[in-house]
Each structure stands twice: as structure tokens, then as C-alpha cells.
């Protein structure tokens, strides 16, 4: 990337160049490619499976194609964002594309499904890279002042995602095959490749410890338990079987290893002082529930609107437009006013506001709500997530110094993956519940053993149910997401509380004379920054934060 060099003024030494607008321009638009990749892959791959299972067999081991790829994503997460700290962001981010690739290319030509979940785990340790290496390495490239609007283009990149995804892979399934739908991201990712390869240059960086790979296995058993445990329980197991006990021990006792090792390692995984800024813990919080609540409301809308409404299971991800139009236009606003008046605290709360309020008006869909009203309670909670879904990772990356940018970045993006196995896990629990319970009560014996199998039936097994049978299931699934969105909307009742606590620190801005906040939440022109007062080397070798100028 070309750069200017300039003189800071009193300084006399030279900082880091303004990089040009339209090389960051054409890495963001690499960037923006990459984190699709990360996105779109589950949501293509999904339509897929019944052809994948008719083809390679083991029907049996089919729910671990998809939970290898997240446990590996989830695991991984934390050691990449770390690595690209301590290496160097450039070099990091290419070697999870690298690895998403292969990964992809294996998947594709998998002879078996043991060799499918293989390679699929090899994808996932890919992705877990990919979308902390997207926002580590817009924290290095655009302050936060300036970030805010690229938020609308991220979230406009995860409503592309949501709302295409099912529909490119059942496309990709019937004319081009399964295969295609993990071939498909070769080109895209080889484009993002070259791209970031040629355009893109960063600092180099030589670590000055070594990795802590104690702490790195210890997080690493200690989440694949966590995602295990909402993965299995209450589908594979029962919530009290002597499996899931296990797993929770086992997790539990890992992750307080974890955090023991935390604070003697020279380089620890997730440096604990991150958590000493209130914003950030607080964004943590925030973070964690959004994730656990949206991801949700994504499972069980589109059932209650095929099920109870009687929309098409094709166009699945086109049921979710009226939510994930909202949460984009909402969140482009935000981010043009963060930008041009530096200000964000209000936004965490009007969006929590929104999230309860969206929330508990789904709760109130019956048998008998039509798509318009439901289309416009889902539109009061996109607004809701609008506010929150780039919001979260800005105040996280402005509330740490710049070394700590990727571990920032990577437990922001951690929380929320956290949050969504939770809240898929915890809330499908509750819904299956009451499906059953409600068929049980409305069609005796019989309601109780359509649903033994599965409370989500598809389109297909409905057609084939006598009436009074439909009928029972349409009040189930009712009450179902009655009781999921119920807890949706108290869940989000403890993200409104937290943000009230959100401080306003000034963002660092692309004026140089602008201050940046210390990782303790210490306002802009506190007597311990120095900012303006040396030139960017002398401090960052004194572990402050000095905001690069785009």
C-alpha cells in the first residue's frame, strides 16, 4: 500500500504514512470477500447435507459435519486473533485463508463422511481466522472514529450471507452437485488471496515471547467442551445424562486452568487486563447476548412462518428480509453518525431497548398473526441489532491499546459465537419442550409420537399429517416460539442494564492531534498518554496506544 510520510508536529520524527483511499478501498473490498466466505459457508453447505448423506452414506455421524466446523472455529478463534499480535496481522490472515481453503478443496473431494467431518474441521480452524483477521486488521487500517462507516457494509455483508446462502447452495446442489458447494469458495477465496497478498501491507512484527501453548489446549478443551455441552444436550443426550455432566466439568475445570495460566504466561492467549476496561467487559456481555438471542430468532422465525403461516421452505432466507433490512439500514446510520460526531453510547441503548421490545412482540405471535405484523416485529428487532452488531466490536477494539487489537478482536468475535451455541441450544431446548407438551395435550397419543422423532417438522411430513393433526402442531409451534421469544426478550433485559454502564470514551480519530483512550478507560488527555507528546514509536514502546491515520 503506498504511503505518505509526514513530520508530527514538535516531534520531529517521522509517523506511520496515510495510506492512499482507494488502496484501503480495494483491501476492504478483499476483506469484505473473506469474512462472506466465513459467513456464507454453513448457510450453503446446509441445503446440501440430505444430497451429501445420499451420496457418502453414515446418516448416523451427519450432525458432526457441522459441529466439527464449529468447534474447530470456535476453538481457534482466540489463537489466531493472538498469532496475528504476535507475528504479525498480514501473515496470520493469509495462513487462515490458506488453511479455509484446503479445507474447502479436501471437503469437495471426500470419498466418505469420515473424511468429510475430517476436512471439515480443517476448515473451520480456517474460519475461525478469517473473521478476526477481517476486523484485527480494519482496527489497524481505519481508527475508530473512522470506522463507523464500514459498519453498514459489514452488516450489509452478513444479510447478503443469511439471505443468499440457502438459496446459492440448493442451487448449487441440483445443477452443479454437492461438492460445489465447498468448490465454490476457491475462486472467491484465491480473488481475497491475491488481493490482500499485493495490496495490503502492514508492519511486520517480531514476537517477543514465545506462543503459550499450555493456555492455548487448556481454552481449547475448555470451549470444544462448551460447544459440546450446547451441542449434544437435550438432542443427543439428556441435559442430566452422565455425558453432559462430564462435559460441563471438564470445561469448567479447563477454563478456570485457563485463566491460572492467564496470569503468569509472558504471552498469554487472552491477556486478562483487556477485561480491566469497563467498556470492554461490558461489550463482552452485550456481545455474548446478541449473539445468543439472534441466532435464535433466525432458527425459529422462519419455522413459525413456514409452519404456522404457510410460506415456502425455498425461500427460507427471503422470510428473514423484513428483520435483516432493518438491521442493515439501522446499522449504516449508526455508523455514519459515529463517524461524524464520535459519539456511540446512546446506541447500545436504544438498540437493547429495540431488542427487548422486538423480542416481546414476537413472543405475541399465535395461529392466527399475519405475515405483515410479523414482518414489522421483526423489523423493531433488526433496528435493535442494528445498533449492536459493529457497535459491540468498535467500542471493544477503541477500549485496548493497539498491541492488543487482535485478542480484542478475536474475544469480541468469541463471546458472540459463545452466545449463539448457547442461545440455539437453550432456547431450541425450551421450544422442544413445548411442542411436545402442547401436542401431547391437543392430539393425545398420536401428537406425542409425531413429534418423538424431531418437534421441526418440514414442510413434506406436514403435508402428509391428517388436518386436525396440522392444526395441533401450528398451536405448538406457536407456543413454542411464544416461549423461546419470551426468553429472548428477558435475556436481552441484561444487555439493556449493561449498556447503561457504557462510558463514553472519545474514539481514537484519524486527526493526529486526536488522543487515544487507554486500555483502563481513561479519558482522552489523561496525564498518562502520550499522544502528541512523542513520536508513535517512543510510544508504543511504552505501551500506548497510537491511532494510524487513514
Request: hydrophobic fraction near 50%; charged fraction near 15%; proline fraction near 4%.
Amino acid at each position: 500500500m503506498s504511503e505518505k510520510t509526514k513530520e508530527k508536529p514538535g516531534a520531529g520524527a517521522s509517523v506511520k504514512a496515510e495510506p492512499q483511499p482507494r488502496s484501503v478501498r480495494v483491501v476492504l473490498m478483499a476483506l469484505m470477500i473473506t469474512m462472506l466466505l466465513a459467513m456464507l459457508d454453513n448457510m450453503i453447505v446446509g441445503p446440501a447435507m440430505p444430497t451429501i448423506v445420499g451420496d457418502l452414506g453414515g446418516m448416523e455421524h451427519l450432525s458432526w459435519v457441522v459441529t466439527a466446523y464449529t468447534l474447530a472455529t470456535a476453538a481457534s478463534t482466540p489463537i489466531w486473533g493472538k498469532l496475528g499480535d504476535m507475528y504479525g496481522r498480514k501473515g496470520s490472515f493469509l495462513t487462515a485463508i490458506v488453511i479455509f481453503l484446503a479445507g474447502s478443496a479436501l471437503s469437495g473431494m471426500a470419498q466418505d463422511m469420515g473424511q468429510l467431518i475430517g476436512f471439515r474441521a480443517i476448515q473451520g480452524l480456517g474460519a475461525g481466522g478469517l473473521m478476526v483477521g477481517v476486523m484485527a486488521i480494519i482496527g489497524d487500517l481505519v481508527p475508530p472514529r473512522d470506522r463507523g462507516k464500514y459498519m453498514g457494509m459489514m452488516t450489509g455483508v452478513m444479510a447478503v450471507a443469511m439471505i443468499g446462502g440457502p438459496l446459492v447452495g440448493g442451487s448449487i446442489t441440483d445443477h452443479l452437485g454437492w461438492r460445489w458447494a465447498f468448490y465454490i469458495n476457491l475462486p472467491l477465496g484465491a480473488f481475497a488471496l491475491a488481493m490482500v497478498t499485493s495490496v495490503l501491507h502492514l508492519p511486520k512484527k517480531k514476537a517477543q515471547g514465545r506462543i503459550d501453548y499450555l493456555g492455548a489446549a487448556l481454552l481449547t478443551v475448555g470451549i470444544s467442551a462448551l460447544v459440546l455441552v450446547t451441542t449434544w444436550g437435550g438432542s443427543e443426550y439428556a441435559w442430566s445424562s452422565a455425558v453432559i455432566m462430564e462435559l460441563i466439568a471438564i470445561g469448567v475445570a479447563s477454563l478456570i486452568g485457563f485463566i491460572l495460566v492467564q496470569k503468569k504466561a509472558a504471552e498469554p492467549i487472552l491477556p486478562l487486563h483487556i477485561f480491566h476496561s469497563r467498556n470492554f467487559s461490558l461489550m463482552a456481555v452485550i456481545g455474548f447476548i446478541t449473539g445468543f438471542v439472534m441466532f435464535g430468532a433466525m432458527l425459529f422465525l422462519p419455522l413459525y412462518q413456514q409452519s404456522v403461516q404457510g410460506a415456502s421452505a425455498t425461500n427460507s432466507g427471503l422470510l428473514l428480509l423484513p428483520m435483516l433490512l432493518s438491521m442493515m439500514a439501522v446499522s449504516m446510520v449508526a455508523g455514519r453518525v459515529t463517524t461524524s460526531t464520535g459519539k456511540y453510547r446512546v446506541f447500545p441503548i436504544v438498540g437493547t431497548i429495540l431488542m427487548v421490545t422486538g423480542f416481546f412482540l414476537l413472543s405475541q405471535m399465535d395461529t392466527g398473526t399475519s405475515r405483515l405484523t410479523s414482518g414489522l416485529y421483526m423489523a423493531v428487532l433488526g433496528a435493535g441489532m442494528g445498533f449492536l452488531m459493529q457497535i459491540t466490536m468498535l467500542v471493544a477494539q477503541n477500549s485496548v491499546e493497539m498491541k492488543d487489537m487482535g485478542v480484542a478482536s478475536s474475544s469480541a468475535t468469541l463471546f458472540r459465537t459463545l452466545g449463539s451455541s448457547f442461545g440455539v441450544a437453550i432456547m431450541g431446548a425450551l421450544f422442544n419442550n413445548r411442542v411436545h407438551d402442547v401436542m401431547a395435550d391437543r392430539a393425545g397419543a398420536l401428537g406425542g409420537k409425531v413429534t418423538e422423532t424431531s418437534a421441526q417438522l418440514d414442510a413434506a411430513s406436514l403435508a402428509k399429517l391428517p388436518a386436525p393433526i396440522v392444526d395441533a402442531y401450528q398451536h405448538a409451534v406457536s407456543s413454542g416460539t411464544h416461549s423461546a421469544f419470551l426468553l429472548g426478550a428477558l435475556i436481552s433485559v441484561v444487555a439493556l442494564i449493561a449498556s447503561f454502564f457504557v462510558k463514553e470514551i472519545p474514539l481514537r480519530g484519524s486527526d493526529p492531534a486526536d488522543k487515544p483512550a487507554g486500555s483502563a478507560d481513561k479519558p482522552a488527555g489523561s496525564a498518562d498518554e502520550t499522544a502528541g507528546s512523542a513520536d508513535g514509536d517512543s510510544a508504543r514502546a511504552a505501551g500506548k496506544t497510537v491511532a494510524e491515520p487513514v
